[in-house]
């Protein structure tokens, strides 16, 4: 290959020539360590590189050796349960290699090579295949059943398969082509700046169940849809992160720690295996691949994690499953764009961001979606994108919010301001938005019940009118409010803090499934229109509020998921004790 | 031999621009001799073919082009560190300034370390008592994590380090413990209260200190946190201690980081700090924390003062989302005279949850550290109203939580800096004035809770 010569280094940027076939994006090593890095400009006979290792000792005169080959990762069995950098180096075998601190110029490949699969045919020889077509399986965990598929581009008559125990690199299938034999393995790679193909883009139609009440009920999320968290630090982000990873009803959970703190990596490393989904009764970790690429880890790296992390997401999309990625933060990424800029020397946009963030962060977001997968029997996969943001002091005006607002659908919004009153999730009710809502309604009448909708509308337009009379009774006192007013605001109260209020760190708070949201909720809404009707009999406020039943509904969400009884017994009580209430003010 | 040069072309601020190099690298450690003899440190920010830009760590007073010799040393920053490190005190470049014999190294590390395998952390968990009820009960600390102090000129947050560094222990643990100290920027009279604070504890041979004060190089201070973690992560991993590392003021840190910048001509972020403070500051702040296999652990407690009390300014807004929470000073609180003036509401210790309950605290701890929020948030709040609207129109039950809330001032948050609390006296404490609310009120506690821990309140009357 192509040797070139160093004739310039900045921090993270090394500057290059003598390389004149190499094209934008290949990977190129550097120095005698041979560092990572990837070509991301080129003006005349020279060619920027941005160094995914620290490049300290680098100096002009050191070689550059280029691979002809972009940025790539390597996609086959044993993604699952992984922890990746972000140029997809398995961080435990580095451990291995290299100790407990990250050495430098360690190389190592992204699916382990010793470890032989179970592979199990499903084509036989003479039958034609192409693009995306699924030739065989091997149970990779538990939960997961991996689909090896036909790669992008390749189409012919398969000639030879194989069954039993093969690792990575061994062929297992021979095509027959226009172009000649195909030798196919277990595993594919695949240049992570490109999306990887899909036979046509759907309109998500189909609620992520998160588990979280204020999210599925308030403002849900669909299955190929995307979403935002935006907040100030120690507004809850990464717990919410979190919990999504945790009981969100994808099949398969992809989640970049870009330019976050080491331990809570850690955490997730150390919990995930220990947890149980939900939907399956295996652990967590049986369906997680991780990109760990922390803040004190090199920022090119960083730059390039949410790539990696995206294309394998898609990956498993094609494989027919439902993909749900996150992205702890989005900030991070933008400020890795904005450094590698700034020592580009590049003409700085809004904050000193390039003018091109914007393009970038839209076209990561549209990775996204809903499909119908490339292979002939048309099966149906999702990629969800969750992205978090940290705007510099909870300002939203800023750049990286603002063009995040413009490509995604929902906005859970986070303040302190909650987070002090230990109101947890604290997503801003107010503010927050889902744009799905119209889109999953036939899911939800189907899945939960036909008046879950309304039942939410309603709960919402008590939650704004409180903040309306709150306006009031800040200026002249709850006095002023009539006995109606005052229903309403007792309403809004039990909402948030029976309903959207949710302990992360209980057993049985942690998780609530939508048939339970909408027991609770409905709960809830009725008390409210039985207080209403016992107030126009001329109930007094004062015994409606001590009704025995409301007790029950702030214990609500320790019931039982299975208890469906329990919120029967609340509403017979509501009907009991509201209309109880009306014979004892006679008397 | 390393070669010398004397071709400096520029020299802005504290950069000089050397002309016709060879074979320098990126990173490498330089040594001045400015022509009155003083000699001074440095290191390559930038290198091309035929120029280095040079950054000299004691400024460039006395430099000119013509005169300056330059040296290239072929390696990076380093520190020598041993054990006899322990109780010794050096200038913020690592040279030893007590006076004391020259260190003779074990070992000789490059100051910017190597980040730490996220598969290789353990997850920090073990409680770490400070005696503190602010902190203890409601904002807990634990071995490995990264906790700042944020706060403002003429607030006692030295008095506050000094003594979380004085009374800090695990409970039921006894195990080898240090304190690493790094000053920068600070007057000497501050650094001075350190000394003597660990000289009367006899922690001073347990300390390891790193000194540069405002009237040294601004550049130096640079060098200074990272030396200061380099002997911390030797103590912590290799030593198999309990560093305790206290970074006093990060704010000039920052601005000694943007001076460089500017002279550089870079593309100001926000408030003309580089935009890749986030990233510098990482490099800083996850030097903390707990190895698998290793006993040892680093845990950190950078100060800053926030410029007008600002939480939003680039400096603590950037630092809150690296570390493990923050505990937040209150000018308010600290002019009623209540010390700590830990400000609680927006103060947070993100790694509470696994360092507290049952086996590491008590089972009661999480509800009732919630709880106490919940409460002091209501009863703020129903100050405020009564500030508006007169204390007449609050309820009943809003007067009980204005009540708590200057109760819980006065009794929970303030001790005195002697004053070593046990976190049983801490609970206790918060169960105390919990039960001077209506109990139906109290959601956030589990009721077997209350039930046995408010007889005990009881029980003492």
Not at chain 2, 89 to 106: A, H, Q, T, W, Y
Request: a negative charge; one cysteine or more; proline letters at 6%.
């Amino acid at each position: 290959m192509e040797q070139g010569v160093i004739i310039k280094v900045s921090g993270p940027l090394v500057i290059g020539e003598g390389l004149p076939t190499s094209r934008m994006y290949d990977v190129v090593h550097v120095g005698e360590e041979r560092l990572m890095g990837e070509i991301i400009e080129m003006r005349g006979n020279t060619a920027s590189i941005q160094v995914y290792e620290e490049t300290t000792g680098l100096g002009p005169g050191d070689p550059i050796y280029s691979t002809g080959e972009p940025l790539s990762v390597e996609l086959g069995p044993g993604l699952i349960e992984s922890i990746y950098d972000g140029v997809q180096r398995p961080l435990d075998v580095l451990q291995a290699r290299s100790g407990d601190f990250i050495a430098r110029g360690v190389e190592a490949p992204g699916l382990p090579r010793d470890k032989e699969w179970a592979f199990t045919p499903t084509v036989s020889v003479n039958d034609e295949v192409g693009e995306g077509d699924i030739i065989g399986t091997v149970p990779e965990t538990p939960i997961v059943e991996h689909k090896i598929m036909v790669p992008p581009g390749v189409k012919g008559t398969v000639k030879r398969i194989e069954s039993g125990a093969y690792n990575v690199t061994e062929t297992v299938c021979v095509l027959a082509t226009d172009s000649g034999d195909v030798e196919l393995t277990l595993m594919q790679r695949w240049p992570v700046r490109k999306g990887r193909p899909r036979a046509k883009k759907l309109a998500p139609v189909k609620p992520l169940t998160t588990g979280q009440r204020v999210i599925d009920t308030f403002f849900p999320l669909a299955k190929g849809g995307t979403a935002c968290v935006p907040g100030p630090f120690g507004s809850g982000k990464t717990v919410i992160q979190h919990q999504i990873s945790k009981w969100a009803d994808a099949q398969i959970i992809v989640f970049i720690g870009c330019g976050e703190r080491g331990n809570e990596m850690t955490d997730v490393l150390l919990e995930f295996p220990e947890l149980i989904d939900p939907y399956s009764g295996e652990p967590l970790m049986k369906r997680t691949v991780l990109v760990a690429n922390t803040s004190n880890m090199p920022v090119a790296a960083r730059e390039a994690s949410v790539y990696t992390g995206i294309t394998i997401a898609e990956y498993f999309r094609d494989m027919g499953y439902a993909v749900a990625l996150q992205a702890d933060s989005t900030s991070r990424w933008a400020e890795a764009l904005r450094e590698i800029s700034g020592r580009l020397e590049e003409m700085p946009g809004e904050e000193g961001y390039p003018a091109y963030l914007g393009t970038r962060l839209a076209e990561f977001y549209e990775r996204s979606g809903r499909v119908i997968c490339a292979g002939s029997d048309k099966r149906e996969g999702s990629i969800s994108v969750i992205g978090s943001v940290s705007p510099p002091g909870g300002d939203l005006s800023e750049p990286v919010v603002q063009n995040t607002l413009r490509v995604v659908k929902v906005f859970w919004g986070l303040e302190d301001r909650l987070a002090y009153e230990r109101h947890f999730p604290s997503i801003n009710w107010l503010n927050s938005y889902s744009l799905y809502l119209d889109r999953i309604e036939a899911a939800w009448t189907e899945l939960v019940a036909r008046d879950f909708k309304s039942l939410r509308n309603e709960a919402m337009s008590i939650l704004q009118r409180e903040s309306e009379l709150s306006e009031i009774v800040r200026l002249v006192g709850i006095e002023s409010l009539s006995v109606a007013e005052r229903i309403i605001m007792e309403t809004a109260k039990s909402i948030r803090e029976d309903f959207l209020q949710q302990n992360a760190f209980h057993e049985a708070d942690t998780f609530t499934s939508l048939k339970k949201q909408y027991r609770m909720i409905k709960v809830i809404m009725h008390f409210h229109a039985k207080a209403v009707e016992a107030i126009a009999r001329g109930v007094p406020l004062k015994q409606i509020l001590e009704a025995p039943v409301r007790d029950a509904i702030a214990r609500a969400k320790f019931i039982d998921e299975k208890d469906e009884a329990a919120f029967e017994k609340m509403m017979i009580d509501i009907d009991e004790q509201l209309s109880s209430t009306e014979v004892k003010s006679r008397a | 031999m390393p070669k010398e040069y004397m071709t400096t072309r520029d020299i802005v601020g504290p950069l000089l621009l050397v002309e016709q190099v060879e074979d320098v690298k990126y990173g490498e450690l330089v040594e001045l001799e400015f022509p009155d003899g003083t000699r001074a440190l440095g290191n390559v920010l930038e290198v091309s073919k035929d120029a280095a830009l040079v950054q000299s760590f004691e400024g460039s007073r006395g430099s000119n082009p013509g005169q300056t010799k330059v040296k290239f040393l072929g390696r990076s920053l380093e520190l020598g560190v041993s054990r006899d490190i322990l109780g010794r005190v050096f200038d913020g470049l690592g040279r030893p300034s007590d006076g004391g014999p020259k260190i003779i190294p074990d070992k000789k590390l490059s100051i910017y370390g190597e980040p730490i395998n996220p598969t290789a952390r353990d997850y920090p968990d073990d409680f770490i008592q400070t005696g503190i009820s602010a902190i203890d009960g409601l904002n807990p600390l634990v071995r490995g994590q990264k906790l700042p102090i944020f706060s403002g000129s003429g607030l006692p947050h030295q008095q506050l380090a000094a003594q979380i560094a004085r009374q800090s222990r695990v409970l039921g643990v006894q195990a080898e413990f240090a304190v690493v100290f790094a000053a920068m920027g600070i007057t000497f009279e501050e650094a001075d209260f350190f000394i003597s604070e660990f000289r009367e504890t006899e922690a001073v041979e347990r300390a390891v200190m790193f000194i540069n004060l405002a009237d040294d190089p601004a550049v130096e201070r640079i060098a200074t946190p990272r030396m200061a973690l380099t002997a911390a992560e030797y103590l912590a991993f290799d030593l198999d201690m309990h560093v305790l590392v206290i970074l006093t003021d990060m704010t000039y840190y920052c601005e000694a980081l943007r001076e460089v910048s500017a002279a550089r001509k870079e593309v100001p972020g926000r408030r003309g700090y580089p935009g890749y403070l986030y990233t510098d500051l990482a490099t800083i702040y996850e030097r903390a924390g707990r190895i698998r296999g290793k006993h040892g652990s680093i845990t950190q407690i950078p100060i800053l003062s926030m410029p007008e009390d600002d939480k939003t300014h680039p400096i603590p807004d950037l630092t809150g989302y690296i570390t493990e929470g923050q505990i937040i000073l209150s000018r308010d609180l600290h002019r009623k005279g209540i010390y700590p003036p830990i400000s609680i509401l927006p103060s947070l210790s993100r790694l509470k949850e696994k360092g507290i309950g049952e086996g590491k605290t008590r089972e009661d701890h999480s509800g009732l550290s919630n709880q106490l929020f919940a409460a002091y948030a209501r009863g703020i709040e129903a100050k405020e109203l009564a500030v508006i609207l007169g204390e007449a129109a609050l309820s009943e039950t809003d007067k009980s939580f204005a009540a708590f809330a200057d109760q819980f001032e006065a009794e929970y948050i303030s001790q005195s800096d002697r004053e070593d609390r046990t976190i049983e006296e801490t609970l206790f404490l918060g169960w105390k004035l919990l039960a001077k609310l209506p109990r139906s009120e109290l959601k956030r506690v589990r009721d077997e809770h209350v039930e046995k821990y408010m007889s005990e309140v009881e029980v003492a009357g």
